[in-house]
């Protein structure tokens, strides 16, 4: 009898990181540094939106925070699977506010994107 591997919360992992709903999620969480790396998107920031606060980049300040809130969420998570959907909906909200400051239009597209995955997946 071969046994499947599970986590301490009694998932098959290989379940959870095979399923399209996975899957999909990743690849829609790829969006937002593919575009800034690849295709160059550059800020657009104006007056009181400024891409500095304080002397800090403001990309770094989103990306430190959905660290941290996912790091508090783990921590509290019930299971792998809540905390994976954590995971997602923390990074995509982060990465709307982020398409949000490079242009508003990104954003946008980006938010209509997810419902629609979102739509799909349920």
Partial sequence: MVKKSTSE???????????????????SLLVYPVSRLVFGLKSEAKSINEDEILGQRREPQILGLIGMSLVFKLIKAA????????????????????????????????????????????
């Fill in 79 to 122: 299971s792998w699977e809540e905390f994976i959907a954590m995971l997602f909906m923390f990074s995509k909200l982060g990465f709307i506010v982020l398409f949000a400051f490079i242009d508003l239009r990104y954003c946008v597209f980006y938010t209509i994107f997810c419902m629609i995955l979102w739509l799909l997946l349920q």
């Fill in 9 to 27: 919360f009694g998932v098959s992992l290989s379940y959870i990181f095979t399923s399209s709903y996975f899957v999909i999620n990743c690849l």
